[in-house]
């Protein structure tokens, strides 16, 4: 199934039932728990569209998880997570902004994970039977804040400055993770495109790891690495995340 949290021009947030290019709104948010439809529906392009889970207790990142994108780097023999803070989730069609002293910022394609029930400590053969959906995701970087001479001991605001988690524009059920073709674009050049069969670590041994420490609620959030050569952003451009199955990210970027 196909969901979307949504504005109808009213100004309050619901969601609905994505049916091709009709919207039937629902009760309440889907994401492991039982809802049911108002009655009421809209046409997909006179929505509004927001992000699809806006308060996660937590997102956890896996560095490192494809191939392309070590650069350099050691394979890792573990999935390694970061934190990102849920204050930079923003949703589809809202404005990336960078801070003026963030130097060079790149954009991230990624395939996010929505948690559907409480996991702890569970198994990587049931791992999946704890996901709700999947949705898209920018995991947004200032590099320069990450690394080199001028980086910070943490990357708290090289990953989680406020709009650096764009995510949308649906939550989509019932798909396997690691069958997806994924594609980043910048001012509408191919600036990354991988499958998600390349991931180092699937999404199951991920989630798997990660609940043998920390417990997961319903709504949280695990993105699932990126690929390749990150592409830089600057003001004045866009960026497409798009995902097989789940749709078109795109948002603009500004100056902070």
């Known amino acids: 199934m196909k969901f979307v949290r949504f504005e109808s021009g009213d100004g309050v947030a619901a969601y609905g039932v994505v049916n091709g290019d009709t919207v039937n709104e629902i009760s309440n948010s889907p994401i492991g728990q039982d809802y049911s439809e108002t009655g009421s529906t809209y046409e997909l392009q006179d929505i509004k569209i927001l992000a699809p889970n806006p308060h996660p207790s937590k997102m956890l990142c896996l560095a490192l998880n494809y191939g392309s994108h070590l650069l350099g ?37 990624e395939l996010v994970v929505i948690i559907g029930q409480e996991a702890s400590k569970v198994s990587e053969e049931n791992a999946l039977d704890y996901v709700f959906g999947y949705t898209a995701g920018n995991d947004v970087s200032a590099r320069e804040w990450q690394s080199g001479a001028k980086a910070d001991k943490q990357w708290w605001r090289a990953k989680s400055s406020d709009t650096f988690g764009p995510t949308g524009p649906f939550i989509v059920t019932d798909i396997d993770p690691q069958d997806v073709a994924i594609r980043g674009l910048v001012n509408g050049v191919e600036g990354q495109k991988c499958h998600s069969s390349e991931m180092i670590f699937t999404t199951a041994q991920a989630i798997s790891f990660i609940s ?43 100056s902070a």
């Open 73 to 109: 780097a050691d394979k890792p023999t573990r999935p390694e997570p970061f934190y990102k803070n849920t204050n930079a989730i923003i949703g589809p069609g809202e404005a990336i902004k960078l801070p003026a002293e963030a130097g060079l910022v790149v954009c991230e394609s």
């Open 212 to 254: 043998q420490y920390v417990t997961l609620y319903r709504g949280d959030m695990i993105w699932t690495g990126t690929s390749g050569t990150t592409p830089p952003i600057n003001p004045g451009g866009d960026v497409t995340v798009e995902i097989e199955h789940i749709g078109v990210l795109h948002n603009p970027v500004v």
